[in-house]
T-cell receptor, first 114, second 112 residues
Framework: DTAVSQTPKYLVTQMGNDKSIKCEQN?????MYWYKQDSKKFLKIMFS???????INETVPNRFSPKSPDKAHLNLHINSLELGDSAVYFC?????????????FGPGTRLTVL | QKEVEQDPGPLSVPEGAIVSLNCTYS??????FMWYRQYSRKGPELLMY????GNKEDGRFTAQVDKSSKYISLFIRDSQPSDSATYLC????????????FGRGTSLIVHP
């Protein structure tokens, strides 16, 4: 059983479109995250939710809107996609979001904006 | 200058070699240090977590932290082809929510 799963794995779309990426974790964790990994492999946190509440919102354009319907799911909706949004997006989860927590990452969603 | 610097490599070594991977950082507020391994087309997985200066060993892996020099290392003994991956260092500040800052990763290739 996959601990953290994401769909889709690959997403190719045109500039200006709106798209969503879904994430689910079956670990019973309270905290979930979205990361962006760019072409140079830098991994940067975008958002963090704890028990469906937003706790971290890094400097991310408001075209990106996370939604957590329950603590096992954290989806990412992106409006008006731009070329610079092309990257791999990783979802992760951890038990309670403290500094000693181990984060478990999903397999990533490779987004290509044409 | 980025907060965390890491040579992207690639680093190519023969099987059985001792591998040394390193990161430097500029922010003295970092209190805890991690190493992640990321296989191609996969998400990162935590390998080692350390809080204080010194060494921590886990099997073939040893993590070393030198806070005075702002320098961390990961050593892999008896390297195997299955160790071929990208290794990312990550660091976090004390207090509050956990927000790690990642290095860009070093690509390691262990050839038979």
């Amino acid at each position: 059983d996959t601990a953290v799963s994401q769909t889709p794995k690959y997403l190719v779309t045109q500039m200006g479109n709106d798209k969503s990426i879904k994430c689910e974790q079956n670990l019973g964790h309270d905290t979930m995250y979205w990361y962006k990994q760019d072409s140079k492999k830098f991994l940067k946190i975008m958002f963090s939710y704890n028990n469906k509440e937003l706790i971290i919102n890094e400097t991310v354009p408001n075209r990106f809107s996370p939604k957590s319907p329950d603590k096992a799911h954290l989806n990412l909706h992106i409006n008006s996609l731009e070329l610079g949004d092309s990257a791999v997006y990783f979802c992760a989860s951890s038990q309670d979001g403290t500094r000693t927590d181990t984060q478990y990452f999903g397999p990533g969603t490779r987004l290509t904006v044409l | 200058q980025k907060e965390v610097e890491q040579d992207p490599g690639p680093l190519s070594v023969p099987e059985g070699a001792i591998v040394s991977l390193n990161c430097t950082y500029s922010n003295s507020a970092f209190q805890y240090f991690m190493w992640y391994r990321q296989y191609s087309r996969k998400g990162p997985e935590l390998l080692m977590y350390t809080y204080s200066s010194g060494n921590k060993e886990d099997g073939r892996f040893t993590a070393q932290v030198d806070k005075s020099s702002k320098y961390i290392s990961l050593f892999i003994r008896d390297s195997q082809p299955s160790d071929s991956a990208t290794y990312l260092c990550a660091m976090g500040r004390g207090g509050g929510s956990y927000i790690p800052t990642f290095g860009r990763g070093t690509s390691l290739i262990v050839h038979p």
